[in-house]
């Protein structure tokens, strides 16, 4: 079972490569039941979002 | 082929606690092992004939432990990966559950947001910010970053996973926590 510690590692190496198999299911897993962890991997989902705007006219406000 | 793949990945956690044992660092360990089972995954061929896969790969592993002690030793460990233990308690659960953020693409549609956002940037230390602008920003991907700032794999997913936290938690206090207020 991942700690949220690992968990939090893994969703955010999860935006940079695909991961291995088994830590895919392993995280899936973890976030399938941890609130806190899905929140996080939602929040740095917005931040790359809110990053690729940021200091382009047409897309900021 | 298939059937190779699953022999090789049938041996992944005794690899996994070979190479936690000497490395003392699980996402290092970690990195070794997957680095050796492409490895060998890509080198089915040399395996042929020989009498024992794990003694093969742990071979194999062995060159992957070494490199990364090299790069270890190279990397004088910065400030040390846990700046963020604070959040979590001994047991790696969180300290304090991080909370929805109500609405977040609204923000999007705000200048005010965009001025946090980029005061919270230049709280981060160079090289992490460098680091995360490079892969958010700009798009590239880890490969081309480790290349510009000459860093392994490993050390740029820390760099960009201390972005992360930090960014999270600096607009958690000053924006999305401070909205409702």
Same mark, same amino acid.
């Not at chain 2, 004088?76 to 001994?90: G, I, N, R, V």
């Not at chain 2, 940037?121 to 958010?136: D, G, H, T, W």
């Given at each position: ?61 | ?92 659960? #969180? @300290?304090?559950?991080?909370? /929805? ?6 923000? *999007? $549609?705000?200048?005010? +947001?965009? %001025? ?40 740029? #997913? @820390?760099?960009?996973?201390? /972005? ?6 600096? *607009? $958690?206090?000053?924006? +999305?926590? %401070?909205?409702?207020?």
């Amino acid at each position: 079972m991942l700690s949220c510690k690992e968990a939090t590692r893994l969703v955010s190496q999860g935006l940079d490569r695909r991961l291995p198999f088994g830590r895919r299911v392993a995280l899936r897993v973890h976030l399938a039941i941890c609130d806190g962890c899905t929140h996080f991997k939602k929040q740095t989902e917005f931040l790359r979002r809110a990053v690729a705007r940021l200091g382009n006219p047409a897309a900021e406000p | 082929m298939d059937d190779f793949r699953s022999r090789v990945e049938r041996e992944r956690s005794y690899l996994l606690r070979y190479a936690a044992l000497q490395l003392r660092d699980p996402h290092a360990a970690e990195d070794a092992v997957q680095e050796t089972l492409l490895a060998a995954l890509a080198g089915e061929a040399t395996f042929q004939g020989r009498a024992n896969l794990r003694t093969w790969l742990t071979g194999i592993l062995k060159h992957k432990i070494i490199d990364a002690i090299r790069r270890a030793s190279r990397e004088a460990p910065s400030a040390s990966a846990d700046e963020f233990e604070a959040l979590f308690d001994e047991r790696g659960h #969180w @300290v304090e559950m991080p909370a /929805a953020w109500t609405d977040p693409d609204a923000s *999007l $549609e705000q200048k005010r +947001f965009f %001025a946090a956002l980029e005061a919270c940037l230049q709280r981060l230390p160079q090289k992490i910010s460098q680091a995360f602008m490079m892969r958010e920003h700009l798009g590239l991907d880890t490969d081309e970053i480790c290349k510009e700032l000459a860093i392994t794999p490993t050390h740029c #997913w @820390v760099l960009l996973y201390r /972005a992360r936290m930090a960014l999270r938690e600096c *607009l $958690e206090k000053d924006w +999305f926590g %401070a909205k409702g207020k």
